[in-house]
């Protein structure tokens, strides 16, 4: 799945992101999932909980909340949700340019116990 | 049982084990997928320096990639030097056969791996000196799931069905064929004899990706093979 590899830059990620030398244990981290990022939020949450559970991160809370995604049509200038890669202006009926939200999985913060 | 701290309470606060003085909150808003991505655009930038033309191939496993390849090569080599990766999770099987075609190949045993990643592509064209104005294949993993998320920095994009696998691999594996830039129908051949209604796929795939260039082939007899060569040069020349 591709979720093993989300989740090693995921751990990656976090390592890179905390001052070990301050940072007691990573207690928490949120992560939000596009809803047109080709990613099951719940999948990646058990990849990253079989991955991390023979690393520090073991005890790690990961949480994980859904983004919604929304085009851009260019032709009519307008922002419109979207739910699929092939959702259509509903102005005009043309494709989006550019997707703008929601096709991305990011780390938005951590909880630390310093 | 909580999942948190393993007790068998249901959830419940855990003030008492973090306690509000020692958190805290540390912002990272830091995309992961974006360092990939960003691979794919140094590889379409080395691409266009080099005028490459690449075409990543997406298939589920058994539908004909690796010999499209080596026919391909056959038809292409008279014109371009031609230059393969081949992504399988194990062997070097196919990189051997690409060889023995007479193309350059490289393999990429992605292990555990569902699908190859542009840093995985750019470590072989950043570390090797592709032919200029030539033709790179990527013979991405068998998968119609994974590999389409994932840009590699290809110039387009090809996906192959073949009739032997049922006529609704447009409906269920929407996001491959919504990602891709040409469809090819294999195994044309063998229609006769298996239950595929091409009217059926083509009304998905239009429903999925309007206009999408559907082209047929029949790699045993050479169907079709003269169109898809004149597709590949065509794209070469015509490339940005």
Redesign the interface.
Known sequence: ??E???SL??LD?VER??DKGKV?QV?EVR?EVGLL???DAGNLEEMLKMVAATTEYADV?WVMTQKDASGFCEKCCLPFPMT???DVCPRCGQRAGKITEGD??????????? | MC??CGCGEKEHDHEDL?PEE??????????????DRAFAEKNRQLFRERHITCLNVVSSPGSGKTLLLERSIRGLLPFSAVTVIEGDQQTTRDSDRIRKAGATAFQINTG????L?ARMIHEVVSSHVLPENSILFIENVGNLV?P???DLGETKRVVIMSVTEGDDKPAKY??MF??SDICLINKMDLLPYVDYSIDAALHDLK???PGMEVLYLSLKDGTGMGGWIDWIRKTHNNRP
């Open positions: 799945m591709h093993l590899s989300l830059n995921i990620l992101s905390v007691r207690c992560i990022s080709g990613v809370r699929y890669l092939w991305d999985v990011e780390v938005a913060s951590i909880i630390v116990l310093e | 999942e948190t973090f020692n958190r805290r909150l540390v912002e990272v808003k830091q995309s992961v997928l974006q360092e555990l791996g569902c699908h990643t994974c389409a998320m994932f929407p996001f919504y990602s429903h999925i990706k």
